[in-house]
């Protein structure tokens, strides 16, 4: 979209429809897939608890999981 804005290009639509038909997908982690242990973790409401935040290595070095995540509300995501 900033590419769009930045050029203007004469379609714009048309512009916006090529860049997401070729834009890759987002990565995804598969069973058996090691989870990226940098992801920093929010414990509590808005991560207000007096150990938050920490790095999801703090939770699952040495064990196995099932991870599931929703988006915070009111965030970009």
Not at 28 to 41: K, L
Not at 54 to 77: C, D, E, I, R, Y
Request: charged content about 15%; glycine content about 6%.
């Amino acid at each position: 979209m900033a590419e769009v804005l930045k050029t203007r290009p004469a379609d714009a639509k048309a512009a916006i429809a090529a860049a997401i038909s070729s834009a890759s997908p987002a990565k995804q982690i598969a069973v058996g897939d090691t989870f990226p242990m940098d992801v920093v973790v929010h414990q509590g409401f808005a991560g207000n608890t007096p150990d938050a935040p920490k790095p999801m290595s703090h939770f699952l070095k040495g064990k196995k999981a099932l991870v599931v995540s929703l988006p915070g509300a009111f965030t970009p995501t």
